[in-house]
């Protein structure tokens, strides 16, 4: 970071320091991961130089020579990966992917099904904030109090209902595998069009540690950055090209201008990457170390939303344990395990002071930790919740302490990329 350091040493400054707080960070945010060195040099080039609205061969732009091959090569990338017969990968996010969907295949007012945001589901999944939810007529479904997960029966119940025009199946924190077939057979009975939002689990399907969409959903969408541990972008797929010209005019020239290349480029070699038996493996662990720690975090009296996962993701209840989710948050994140905090189904509290906390091993495990890390984590999670239920003199005392230790384990574990 020469230039940088001369030109701005104050952002090269910053950047360092962030550098240096993942590396001795255990990374627990579900939707995170670490891209490898390789992603990331595709991300710093000289790509984001140009202009390339349009497709390959079809562009508004001159000088596409060089563009068209990179972004062709995502795409077949994609299309290999995935099994599917289209591929965009233009999508700046989650979120417009999402709303190119909804421009493919919606008018406004048209009524679009997702799981609710308190349960799982993602805001552009038509949750009421969003312009998803005031734009369109949002209906909801959830997970069943008792089980936390959803319930095939209520979701074809309230489909056959409201006759949604389209369906999501697939949120942002769901420990449940995603019954694809099963919304399909819904979808197909109403005559709505079926999205799954594979965001969380995109890397995971790549890896064949879950269950694919392809085949069941007409369209998938995902971001490329968490389990499949691309660059920050997203992908829209399809299984047929029947859906490939209303997705492609909904991303360009329907929501978004000229893709952003450097990206793309990125997101490609991201795609290489998770086409070997090394990611497979990835993917797999991911899964290991997620039961594995959900399992430590059951046994010492933590109340898992479904009992446990069959992904990447756990999702706790802190009711029982007598503090809030967003203290206990702050409380880990000065001892060096980074989550989130999380509304949990059925949560009395507000989204911004919930119950409950999400945390996801992607990113542990692609710094290489296994099993018995996992158990460790387990174990300092209990250790700060525990000391900051019977208040902050005492959980000082005990962030200190886990912190130290958080220092050396991170020590042993280098992230890629850093
Ligand atoms: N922010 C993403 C997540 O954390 O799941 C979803 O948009």
Redesign the pocket.
């Known amino acids: 970071m020469s230039s940088l350091s001369s030109v701005d040493p104050q952002i090269a400054e910053l950047v360092r320091a962030e550098e240096r707080r993942q590396a001795d960070t255990v990374k627990l945010?579900?939707?995170e991961n670490y891209v490898s060195k390789a992603v990331l040099e595709a991300t710093g080039t000289v790509l984001t130089n140009k202009y390339s609205e349009g497709y390959a061969s079809k562009r508004y732009y001159e000088g596409q020579q060089v563009i068209d091959q990179i972004e062709t090569l995502a795409i077949e990338r994609a299309k290999a990966l995935f099994g599917v017969n289209h591929a965009n990968v233009q999508p700046y996010s989650?979120?417009p992917a999402n709303l190119a969907i909804y421009m493919a295949f919606l008018n406004p007012g048209d009524t679009v099904m997702g799981m609710g945001l308190p349960f799982g589901g993602?805001?552009t999944h038509g949750w009421s904030v969003s312009a998803t939810g005031k734009w369109f007529t949002p209906v909801r479904y959830g997970v069943r109090k008792d089980t936390g997960r959803v319930d095939m029966d209520e979701v074809r119940e309230i489909a056959l209902r409201e006759r949604p025009k389209l369906i999501f199946c697939g949120g942002?924190?769901i420990p449940r595998t995603i019954d694809f077939p099963a919304f399909a057979e819904i979808a197909r009975e109403v005559g709505a069009v079926l999205a799954a939002d594979i965001?969380?689990i995109a890397g995971l399907v790549a890896g064949g540690a879950h269950p694919s969409p392809v085949g069941h959903a007409d369209v998938i969408s995902t971001t490329t950055h968490k389990t499949l541990r691309g660059p920050r972008g997203a992908m829209l797929m399809a299984t047929s090209d029947e859906h490939a010209t209303a997705l492609n005019k909904a991303v360009f020239p329907g929501l978004q201008g000229g893709p952003h290349n450097h990206t793309t480029a990125a997101i490609a070699v991201a795609l290489k990457e998770a086409a070997t038996d090394e990611f497979r493996a990835y993917a797999r662990q991911v899964v290991v170390n997620a039961q594995a720690l959900a399992e430590e975090l059951s046994s010492r009296g933590f109340d898992l939303v479904s009992g446990g996962t069959d992904n990447h993701l756990i999702l706790f209840d802190l009711t029982p344990k007598g503090i809030g989710g967003k203290p206990a948050a702050q409380a880990l994140d000065r001892a060096g395990l980074e989550t989130?905090y999380n509304t949990v189904p059925f949560d009395p509290r507000k989204p911004f002071d919930p119950s409950g906390i999400r945390i996801g091993t992607a990113g542990v495990t692609s710094r290489g930790m296994g099993v018995t890390e996992m158990r460790q984590i387990g174990a300092w999670i209990d250790q700060v919740v525990t000391a900051l239920a019977k208040g902050e003199d005492e959980a000082e005392h005990v962030i200190g302490r886990v912190h130290a230790e958080v220092l050396e384990l991170t020590s042993q574990f280098p992230a890629p990329g850093l």
Do not use: Q, R
Request: proline fraction near 0%; charge should be neutral; charged fraction near 0%.
């Open positions: 945010i579900a939707s989650g979120s993602h805001l942002t924190a965001a969380h989130n």
